[in-house]
């Protein structure tokens, strides 16, 4: 695919980060031969497959469809595809655990408690998320450091020892509108509950609109403490036992 001009309208500042995310990924490529960009169809998702698609299309793309995404999701995804021409790689959770869990929690089990919560991630997030990744030799992630807590203290390239491989975080030092000014400037796809004050948008039951101006994460799992507000794909985190049911 032919390579685009990187756009003019943004501040020298977030030119100047849009760069170094490319040589970011390119290096990653180069250092690990096999590159997979774990994609959550977020906001700073667009802006990572935009540069990918367009910068270094080399590197593999995938996104998880636990069954639980919210259909605005599923609309971005078939926008994203028609956009770039390419086909995400869907993943899905094994049907055997899924029937499993269910039979045992209910279709709903992850209200029941922060055990149940997160099986339900693992069945349908972290195990498809090991299988996609499986023989690469680095995976990229869209994390930012500003959204949690717990991703603060992340670096933009480490080994992922959960999981044996290099994890890239090229977008870490990015902020909230710098990935929204690169959004704008590009016309990027973005999902429409974005503008329904959903900043972070996961599986449809465990995440909600959230105030202007609240932490951009405290509309995920909302019931729960804010320590234990992570799917388990970043694993820098302390695990509470206490949780309550949604009110
Ligand atoms: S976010 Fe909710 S529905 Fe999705 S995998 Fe986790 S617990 Fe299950």
Redesign the pocket.
Known sequence: MAQQAISTQLTALQLEKVAATVALLRQALNDYGTVTYSNSLGAESMVLTDLICTQVPQIDIFSID???LPEETYTLLERVERRYGRRLRLVHPQAEALQAYTSEHGI?G?YNGLA??????????IEPFRRAIAGFGAWVTGVRREQSATRATAQTMEFDTANGLHKISPILDWTHDDVWAYIRSHSLPYNALHDKGYPSI??????RAVEPGADSRSG??WWENTDSRE?GLHPRIRIVTQSKAPA
């Open positions: 636990t069954g639980r709903n992850f149940e919560r997160q099986s339900c991630c693992h069945i349908r997030k996961g599986c449809e039951p465990c995440t995920r799992w799917c």
